[in-house]
Each structure stands twice: as structure tokens, then as C-alpha cells.
């Protein structure tokens, strides 16, 4: 039996809620039952955060793959990739903001201000914000080809929490540098598009 191109989208986009969705649930579940070890902030903290990582990395390798391997419908759960990152950088910033500093407003904007890798931090999340509020439909539509230019933000996006996650690692760096050089290949795949804009942005 052949399986459509729409079986194959709702199978892909079921997997990704799944395996998105199902991680981050039973996390708070080990941290209301005291299951995340001696220091379960620092384990929800960064659980969130290296997972907005990964599915930042998942959303942008969608149209390289979509291109070399001639499936133009995966750019069809890429959107979907993109709201599950917005929501894993969302519970991040929450995470610290509620368990960290037990919601210091003062506190939080001091860290903001005074810790560089807190403040590229935030810089990444209110763009993605950005790019996730606009990825309605009609918001996109409304938009028109000033849409494709804010989404481009994506790149920088990426370089942005790639810097701050190494910044945030005061040891055992080994693991930033391979998401440095993941995110590096990433942005080599866009060698062209990104000498385009750059050139646009400079002429």
C-alpha cells in the first residue's frame, strides 16, 4: 500500500509532536516526584535549553534535506519544528526566571544586563518570539516578502545562542564546540543566501 504525501506529513508531524512534546512532560513529572538528582533546577534549566538547541538545529536542516533528497513535502513540518523550538526557549527563560530567581523581576533584569551570555540569551529569544508570532498564517500573509527578510533572522538566531551556550559552560566545553561546528555546517549549507543578504545589507 502506497502512503500518500499527506500520510506522510501527518506521520512525520505525530513523531515530531511525540518526540517534542512527550520529553518535556516527563520531565516535570521526575521534578514534582524529586527525580532530577541534587540539583533538579540546573537539570530543568538546561534540559529546555539544550532542547530548543536541537530543534533550532532540526528546523533549519529541513530545506537542505528537502533539496538534496528531493522531498519537497518536509518543508511542510517545518513550522511545526520551529513553534517546538519557540516553546523549549520559552520554558527556558521561565525556568530561570521562575526556580532561578523565584521570580525577581529586578534580578532577572540585572542578570540580563550584566551577564553578556544572559544577554545574547535573550536577544535569540525575543527573536525567535518574533518569528514565531509571525508564523500564523495570516500574519504571514499580511507581511508579504518583508516576512522572508524578518525569517532570515534565523541564521543569527543560531549564532547568537550557539555563543551563548558556550559562554554559559564554565567547564566541559567539548560539548558547545560540537554544537558550534553543527551550527557552523548548518550555515555553510546557506553560503550563498547568506553572502546575498550580507551583500544586500552592505550595498
Not at 518526540?19 to 534549566?45: E, H, W
Given at each position: 500500500?502506497?502512503?500518500?504525501?499527506?500520510?506522510k506529513?501527518l506521520l512525520?508531524?505525530?513523531?515530531?509532536?511525540?518526540?517534542?512534546f512527550?520529553p518535556?512532560?516527563?520531565?516535570?513529572y521526575?521534578?514534582l516526584?524529586?527525580?532530577?538528582?541534587?540539583?533538579?533546577?540546573?537539570?530543568?534549566?538546561?534540559?529546555?535549553?539544550?532542547?530548543?538547541?536541537?530543534?533550532?538545529?532540526?528546523?533549519?536542516?529541513?530545506?537542505?534535506l528537502?533539496?538534496?533528497?528531493?522531498?519537497?513535502?518536509?518543508?511542510?513540518?517545518?513550522?511545526?519544528l520551529?513553534?517546538?523550538?519557540?516553546?523549549?526557549?520559552?520554558f527556558?527563560?521561565?525556568?530561570?526566571?521562575?526556580?532561578?530567581?523565584?521570580?525577581?523581576?529586578?534580578?532577572?533584569?540585572?542578570?540580563?544586563?550584566?551577564?553578556?551570555y544572559?544577554?545574547?540569551?535573550?536577544?535569540?529569544?525575543?527573536?525567535?518570539?518574533?518569528?514565531?508570532?509571525?508564523?500564523l498564517?495570516?500574519?504571514?500573509?499580511?507581511?508579504?516578502?518583508?516576512?522572508?527578510?524578518?525569517?532570515?533572522?534565523?541564521?543569527?538566531?543560531?549564532?547568537?545562542?550557539?555563543?551563548?551556550?558556550?559562554?554559559?559552560?564554565?567547564?566541559?566545553?567539548?560539548?558547545p564546540?560540537?554544537?558550534?561546528?553543527?551550527?557552523?555546517?548548518?550555515?555553510?549549507?546557506?553560503?550563498?543566501?547568506?553572502?546575498?543578504?550580507?551583500?544586500?545589507?552592505?550595498?
Amino acid at each position: 500500500m502506497k502512503i500518500s504525501i499527506k500520510q506522510k506529513v501527518l506521520l512525520l508531524k505525530l513523531l515530531i509532536h511525540i518526540s517534542a512534546f512527550l520529553p518535556l512532560a516527563y520531565l516535570y513529572y521526575q521534578a514534582l516526584n524529586d527525580q532530577l538528582g541534587a540539583d533538579p533546577v540546573q537539570r530543568v534549566i538546561h534540559f529546555t535549553g539544550i532542547g530548543a538547541f536541537n530543534l533550532l538545529l532540526l528546523t533549519l536542516t529541513v530545506s537542505p534535506l528537502a533539496k538534496y533528497f528531493k522531498r519537497g513535502y518536509l518543508l511542510q513540518v517545518r513550522r511545526l519544528l520551529g513553534l517546538y523550538t519557540f516553546f523549549y526557549a520559552l520554558f527556558h527563560v521561565l525556568n530561570f526566571l521562575a526556580f532561578d530567581l523565584q521570580f525577581a523581576w529586578g534580578l532577572f533584569i540585572g542578570e540580563v544586563v550584566k551577564r553578556p551570555y544572559i544577554s545574547i540569551g535573550m536577544v535569540a529569544f525575543l527573536l525567535l518570539s518574533a518569528l514565531a508570532i509571525t508564523s500564523l498564517n495570516s500574519i504571514k500573509r499580511k507581511m508579504g516578502r518583508s516576512w522572508q527578510s524578518l525569517h532570515n533572522f534565523s541564521y543569527l538566531i543560531l549564532t547568537l545562542i550557539a555563543v551563548h551556550f558556550y559562554w554559559s559552560v564554565k567547564s566541559e566545553i567539548l560539548v558547545p564546540l560540537f554544537y558550534g561546528l553543527l551550527s557552523f555546517i548548518i550555515l555553510l549549507f546557506r553560503y550563498k543566501k547568506l553572502q546575498q543578504l550580507f551583500m544586500r545589507l552592505f550595498s
